[in-house]
Each structure stands twice: as structure tokens, then as C-alpha cells.
């Protein structure tokens, strides 16, 4: 049985958070496997070190100090349902409206 095909979780504009560290953000890309350097990976303590045969997302990411640019796994994130907006200053570059937890892409809304 081939199960190569991975159907991703979360959707681009989803706001969601870490399950194990202390941060949140919004989705602006997926790779369907993992698709970073093996010392990224290797740099993840092993007790909770996620599979690559997984999506990827990339998150406009931020927590309580600061915000970045986050590589996180699928297994490793929740939806956040908060209903808060990101801070990220890149989210308004990006994105246009928050609704319902997840974020409309900039031109692609209807008018």
C-alpha cells in the first residue's frame, strides 16, 4: 500500500500553535515532506523529534519576546483557537482579514 500521498492538516492562512513550546502563528507555506537541512533536524531533542515523512509548515511565527519565521511539523501543531490576530509584522504583507482562525490571502479576496 502506498502511502506517499500526504493530504495536509492545516491550510495556508490557518492560525495555529506549538504542542510543545510557547508559540503561535499563521501558515503562509507547506511542503508535503520534510524539506530543511538534517542539522535542523538533529537539532530537535530526540524525545520529541518529528517523523519527515510528514507536511511541513512555515509559519509568520511569534511568542511571548519576538516574532520569526517557524519549520514546523504537522504532528507538532494545534489549531489555535484563540481567535487572536498574529503580530508578526509580516502578516499584513501577506494576508488581509482574520476570520474564524484563519486569514485571507492578499489578492485573492472577492470585492
Not at 490557518?14 to 538534517?38: A, C, M, W
Not at 519527515?52 to 517557524?70: G, R, S
Amino acid at each position: 500500500m502506498n502511502e506517499s500521498k500526504q493530504t495536509a492538516k492545516f491550510q495556508i492562512g490557518q492560525v495555529v500553535k506549538h504542542r510543545y513550546y510557547p508559540f503561535r502563528g499563521v501558515i503562509f507555506d507547506v511542503d508535503p515532506t520534510f524539506s530543511n537541512s538534517e542539522e535542523w533536524w538533529e537539532s530537535i531533542p530526540a524525545e520529541i523529534r518529528p517523523a519527515k515523512e510528514q507536511p511541513y509548515y512555515h509559519l509568520l511565527a511569534e511568542n511571548e519576546e519576538t516574532e520569526y519565521i517557524a519549520y514546523v511539523s504537522e504532528q507538532n501543531l494545534l489549531e489555535d483557537t484563540s481567535g487572536e490576530p498574529v503580530r508578526h509584522p509580516q502578516v499584513p504583507q501577506v494576508f488581509g482579514d482574520l476570520d474564524n482562525g484563519i486569514y485571507s490571502l492578499r489578492g485573492i479576496q472577492t470585492h
